[in-house]
């Protein structure tokens, strides 16, 4: 039986991806959960695994080519009785009998540009945008030398080798038509247009929604977090032997998730309509990651549920995988809250914009040591953490943010209180 294998929804609203790899070609056999290509969104790298045994007798694109979610990715002969039938995410089957070979009335044509064949990257790693800059290059990525995990060509990578001269390549009529000569008679750089599209552009969509439908309040506060650094020291120390890496996150996620349950305001969403307001039982609490291939969310699974040692393994399995590239869509998708850390990177406070359907989102900004006056008018050196939340008015309102921003406030600042709130 020809199977078309109809390639799935793979998360955050993504209606297209790029075939980055295939792993098979037509005629190998292969078996049930045997990964068949690897597809990328512009940020992450997800691998397609088949559903059947059988022997792959078509694939409806070439590496490089756009596929679209919902249509056929690939063919498998699975039974070779001569029926074709397409399988779709839910399972539907639809059955046809099957005259002489397989034509899809709709999908990308197969055959790749010419200009494009000479500048195919082969298995190189690389993210859609790095291969379209060398394309625009002329530049065979197999020539560079990638510094990111398994080999992975970097932007910096291929800027840096752009930039030694055996690099040059001849200026072609077209490209020599776009270049204006500066004053010294030096070539000046060209602008480039890339193509907005995966998850970048889900993100502005979503970002511009957010922000024309979420009435967005900021709530901004300090909380001394020096107890809680001589905690995370013991932490980490103690369970390093066993290979357990303990950060800040892990204590600000669930000291988050047991201020959930006394406020769970903050992890509920409304409907579209604006009718219903559900209170979600799972504290699936996101991290944005800043990676390599650009920002990522996953986010934690029902953290309320956890240890601390358990949502540091959490912790360090998603922000290794999202910085990778190379992220399960299921770790991206189902959120109900969200922290940013941008203090890793700079500033100390920040607006963040709500993830819809989302109620709530904090950034945590830089930890700074800075003197403070002890109950008895002495000054110390503390260490003191900027938080900024913003809320959905029309959910949450500015007492409510208050108090738990408070309660989070507490379990961080007092540490035995989180630790005697666990169950």
């Known amino acids: 039986m020809i199977k078309d294998f109809i390639l799935p929804d793979i998360g955050e609203g993504i209606i297209e991806c790029e075939v980055v790899e295939w792993k098979v070609k037509e005629g190998d056999v292969i078996v049930e959960d ?19 045994n059988g022997v792959v007798t078509k694939l409806y694109y070439a590496e490089g080519d ?19 039938a397409v399988i779709d995410e839910a399972g539907t089957k639809t ?56 080999g992975r060509v970097l932007k910096e990578d291929l800027l840096r080798y752009l930039a030694k001269p055996e690099a040059q390549t001849p ?3 077209d490209s020599a038509a776009a270049i204006t000569p500066k004053a010294s008679g030096s070539m000046a750089e060209t ?5 907005i599209r995966g998850v970048r552009k889900i993100m502005a969509e979503r970002m511009s929604e957010s922000v024309a439908t979420i009435p967005h309040f900021t709530y901004v506060d300090e909380i001394d977090i020096t107890e809680l650094v001589a905690l995370r020291a013991q932490l980490k120390e103690r369970y390093a ?10 204590l600000f996620i669930k000291a988050m998730s047991l201020a959930i349950k006394q406020f769970p305001v903050l992890n509920s969403r409304a409907n579209e309509a604006f009718t219903e307001l559900t209170y979600l039982s799972s504290h699936n609490i996101g991290m944005a990651v800043d990676g390599k291939t650009g920002l990522l969310v996953p986010n934690i699974k029902g953290v309320q549920a956890m240890s601390i040692l358990d949502v540091a393994q959490e912790v360090s399995r998603l922000t290794e995988a999202a910085r990778s590239g190379k992220i399960s869509p299921a770790d991206l998708s189902g ?12 500033g100390t406070a920040a607006t963040p914009i709500i993830t819809k359907p989302e109620v709530a989102i904090v950034a945590l900004g830089k930890v700074q040591t800075l003197p403070r006056f002890d109950e008895s008018g002495n000054v110390q050196a503390r260490k003191i953490m900027t938080v900024s939340w ?3 008015h029309r959910v949450i309102d500015g007492a409510t943010m208050a108090r738990f921003s408070n309660q989070w406030k507490e379990y961080l600042e007092v540490p035995s209180s989180m630790l005697a709130s666990m169950v």
């Open 390 to 392: 913003s809320g959905d």
């Open 171 to 173: 200026l072609t009529a």
């Open 241 to 250: 032997p066993e290979g357990i890496k303990v950060t800040m996150m892990p």
């Open 34 to 52: 045997q990964v068949v290509a690897d597809v990328s969104t512009d940020k992450a790298i997800v691998e397609i695994p088949s559903m059947y």
């Open 66 to 84: 756009v596929a679209q979610v919902h249509s056929p990715l690939f063919a498998i002969d699975a039974e070779g009785d001569g029926e074709t």
């Open 335 to 346: 959120g109900t809250i969200t922290m940013s850390n941008v203090g890793a990177i700079g």
């Open 95 to 150: 059955e046809a009998k099957q005259e002489a070979s397989i034509e899809p009335e709709a999908h990308v044509d197969l055959a790749p540009a010419v200009d494009n064949e000479d500048m195919t990257t082969g298995k190189v790693l690389s993210t859609p945008a790095v291969r379209r800059l060398a394309r625009e290059n002329a530049l065979d990525l197999a020539l560079v030398s990638g510094t990111g995990k398994a």
């Open 191 to 195: 602008d480039r247009v890339e193509t």
